[in-house]
C-alpha cells in the first residue's frame, strides 16, 4: 500500500530519462558580451581598415575607410565629422592622449596630424617612401608619435618641428601593425610581414631592436596588455601571448579561427570603467567573421560571436560601454551596452529638453473601482519574493491512464501515439513499478503487432537501444507462439532482424575505419 501511494506522488506527465541532457550553459561572461546591444551604422565606402577610440571623455571613435576618416559620437553612434584631406586611402588612426588631435596615414606615405574639432591638418610628416599603415600616439606623450609603413622602416616623430627624430630599421618586409607600451612612453612595438615581432627603445640611439620574436606568420596585429609585460600578436589563424619581461617567452597560441586573423583589442569585464574588480580580455576579429574573447588569465575562450561579413578591425571604448567592429564590405557594428544610468536618462528626457515633472497621482478610496484592482500589474522588484501561481498541467491519455494503474491500457495508448519520446517514458515507468513484462504477456494480437513494429523502427537507434534491444528479446521469448501462428507478427520479426544485421554491419565497418585511423592519429601525434 505504501509502494501505491508513492506512485501516485509521482510527477506527472512522465518524461524519458534517455533524452541527454544538454551541456550548454549561457555563463555570466556571455550574458555580458551579449548585452552589447548592436545598432545600425550607416555603411560606409569601402573597408574599415582602422578603428580607434579617443582616450578622452566622450570616447568619441575614429573609422579610417577609402580617402577618409570619419568620427563618430559613441552616445549616439551618428558621424560627428569627416576628414577627407588625403591623397590616397587612409589606412590608419590614433588619437592624442586628450583626444584633441588625430595622426593618420595613408598609402601617400605622408602622416598627417589633424584638430578633431576644426578638421584642419596641422602636421604634414614626409620621409615614408611607401604607405603609411601605422600611426600611433604614445600613452601620455603629447609631442611625439612613431609610424611604420611598407618600406620596412619605423619613424619616430617630433610632431611639432614635423621632424624625425630616430629612424628604426631591422624589418624585412611591410610594417603594418604596432602598440604603445602602457608602462613606459620610451618603449612601442612592432610587426611586419617578415613574421617578426620587435620591441624598440628610443633612448637607444642606436637603432637597434631590444627584443625579436618569431609569430611565424605574416604579423596583422600587435598590441600590449594592460600589465605592460605581456603582448599578443595575431598572424594566420592564431593569436599569440608573449612575455616581454621573460625575453620574449611564448606563453600561449590560441588557434580556433578559421581563417586570418586581422586585429585585437583589449576589452573589459566590469561593472563600470572604474570597478576594482574589472578583468581584461583580448578580442580577435577574423576573415572567418568570427569575433572571440579570451581570458589571457585562464588561456581560456570565454565567449565567440559570428558575423555575416569579415572582419578586418576591432575597437573597445575606454568607458566599457562600446564595442565596434569593422568589416570588409563597409559596414560597422556598433554595440552598446545599457546601464541603469543611461535606461534613466532616456526615460527622464525627451529630445535633449531636460527632465520630466509627472503630475501628482490622485489618492485611491475604497470608492473608486480601482482601488480594489490596484497592484494586479506590478512588476516584481529586485528584492521582492514570488509566490506564483502553480500552472494547470495537461495529461495525455497514457499518463491519465498510467494515474489510475491502468498499464497495458497506457502502453497500448503510447504507441497508437506514434511518438517514441512518450513510448520510451511509458515504457521506464513501467520498468520502475516493474509491471511492463506483465503488460507484454497481456498484448492482444493486433497489439503486439504494434509492439513489434515500434521495435522495429526504433530498437537499434542509440538514444534507445540500451532499453529497448532487451524488451525485443524478452518479447521474443514470452510470444513465440503467438508470432509462430501470426503471419503479420512473422514480417515484423523478419524486419526487426533484418533492421539489428543492418546495424551490425555498420558497427564493424565503423571498428575496421578506426583501426586504420588510429595508429595515423598516433603518429601524427608524436609529432
Known sequence: MAEDHQIIAKNFPVKPKLKPTSTKSTSAESK????????????????????????????????????????????????????????????????????????AGSHSGIVQVFDVKSRTPLRHLRRHSRPVHLVRYPRIDKLHLFSGGDDAVVRFWDVASETQILEFTGHKDYVRSGDCSPASDDLFVTGSYDHTIRLWDVRVSSGGSMMEVNHGKPVEDVIFLPSGGLIATAGGDSVKIWDVIGGGKLLYSMESHNKTVTALCVGKIGKESGDEAQQNRILSVSLDGYMKVLDYAKFKITHSMRFPSPLLSVGFSPDCLTRIIGTSNGKIYAGKRKTKENVGAEVGNIAGLGPINEPPKRALRPSYFRYFHRGQNEKASEGDYLVMRPKKVKLAEHDKLLKKFRHKEALVSALRGKNPENVVAVMEELVAR????????????????????????????????????????????????????????????????????????????????????????RIAGRR
Not at 503467438?482 to 533484418?498: E, Q, T, Y
Open 32 to 103: 555580458y558580451w551579449k548585452s552589447f546591444k548592436p545598432q545600425p551604422i550607416q555603411t560606409l565606402i569601402a573597408s574599415i581598415t582602422s578603428l580607434s577610440f579617443s582616450p578622452a571623455p566622450p570616447h568619441d571613435f575614429a573609422a579610417a575607410h577609402s580617402a577618409t576618416v570619419t568620427i563618430f559620437s559613441s552616445q549616439t553612434l551618428e558621424p560627428k565629422s569627416t576628414i577627407s584631406s588625403f591623397a590616397d586611402t587612409a589606412t590608419s588612426a590614433s588619437f592624442r592622449s586628450d583626444g584633441r588631435l588625430l595622426a
Open 434 to 521: 516493474k509491471k511492463l513484462l506483465r503488460c507484454v504477456s497481456n498484448l492482444e494480437t493486433e497489439e503486439l503487432g504494434l509492439l513489434l513494429g515500434f521495435l522495429q523502427r526504433y530498437a537499434t537507434m542509440p538514444r534507445y537501444a540500451g532499453l529497448l534491444m532487451k524488451l525485443a528479446k524478452k518479447v521474443v521469448e514470452m510470444r513465440a507462439e503467438d508470432v509462430r501462428s501470426d503471419d503479420v507478427l512473422k514480417g515484423h520479426i523478419r524486419n526487426l532482424k533484418r533492421s539489428v544485421e543492418e546495424e551490425i554491419r555498420i558497427q564493424q565497418s565503423l571498428q575496421e575505419i578506426q583501426g586504420i585511423i588510429s595508429p595515423l592519429l
